[in-house]
Each structure stands twice: as C-alpha cells, then as structure tokens.
C-alpha cells in the first residue's frame, strides 16, 4: 500500500507521540528531578522520556531517551500503559507508558546516578515516592505502572481539562 493510501487527514484529531519510562529496582524506582530551569516541572519528580522523533519506532525511541538522560542499561522495555492526552486543541499526545524491571543485584548500577542535563536522576524507595513532589499526574499513574505484569494487556488512560484547566484521569477497564 502506497503511504497516499494512508488516510492522513490533517482535519482529523491528530496524536503528538511520546514516551514515559519508569525503570523499578527491587523495590525502588527511578524518577527524574525536574531541573530548576526547565519551564515545566522544575523540581518535580517523574518518569523518564521524550518525543519521538520522525523516522523511529516507539522502542527506539525510548531507549534513544534512556540513553540522552541515564546511564543504565537495560535490555527489556515493555510497553505497560497507553495514555492519550486531550489538550482540547486539534492536536493531542499519545503518551506509550513503558517499565524496565532491573534485577536488584544488576552490578555497577548503584543508587548513586550522575545528573541528567534534564535534571537530577534517583532511585526513590517505592514507599516513599508518594511523599516526593510528584508531576500532577504520577499519584494516579504510578499505582498502574507498579501492579503491571510483563505478558498482560497494557493499560489505557484518558487525561483531558475542564474549563478551569483541572486534569482529570480516568482509566478504561479491559
């Protein structure tokens, strides 16, 4: 099939793709400190990832930004989360959520993380993440990023504003 076959249509609702990593370690995860001068989420905490940017696929892509912003490696990404993004313009973002599972004894890759020219990188207990200053969104996602199993259907969200720009989240059962 030619790609004129592909029905691109720019008066249709169109997705802006992006990833989100979250990489757990025993019973750490490692999140992303927002730097203090990045226009959004300065000193926040969240996942890792970025655009994806024409000519890759969305696996590349995500180990393309894990190797811009970590220095650890890891050999299995799985896709655990699809979120799509109502900005209430014409164009949305379709956000693949994906986790990396890291064996606990994996060696050379200790808690200590050189920073990230995005910000500071650290490997946050689980318990206590939710007492970090978290981006809007990470309360709700995390829960589902945690309890997904690698071999399960990812989950889906559905992130959209009300008129006085609250977000709201909600989750489609399969």
């Known amino acids: 099939m ?13 997705l802006i793709p992006r ?5 757990i370690k025993g019973d750490k995860i490692l999140l992303l400190k927002g730097g203090p ?3 959004l989420w300065s000193g926040l905490y969240n996942g890792l990832g970025g655009h ?10 995500a180990y393309r930004e894990l ?4 220095s650890v490696e890891v050999n299995h990404l799985w896709l655990c989360g699809l979120i799509t993004i109502d900005s209430g313009e014409d164009i949305g973002v379709g956000v693949f959520v994906l986790r990396g599972d890291i ?13 990230s020219p995005e ?17 809007e ?16 259907a990812p989950f889906f969200a559905h992130y959209f504003y009300d008129s006085e720009e609250r977000l709201s989240i909600v989750f489609r059962d399969q």
């Open 137 to 152: 969104d990470l309360p709700v996602l995390l829960p589902h990023v945690l309890k997904a199993k690698r071999g399960e």
């Open 103 to 115: 064996s606990p004894s994996t060696g050379d890759q200790s808690d200590q993380m050189p920073p």
């Open 2 to 14: 030619p790609s004129s076959d592909q029905g691109i249509n720019l008066n249709r609702y169109l």
């Open 67 to 70: 190797s811009e912003e970590t």
């Open 119 to 135: 910000g500071d990188l650290e490997w946050i207990p689980v318990n206590l993440v939710y007492s970090m200053p978290l981006v």
């Open 19 to 23: 990833t989100l990593i979250f990489l």
């Open 52 to 61: 994806v940017e024409r000519g890759e696929d969305i696996l590349s892509a």
């Open 37 to 39: 001068n990045k226009r």
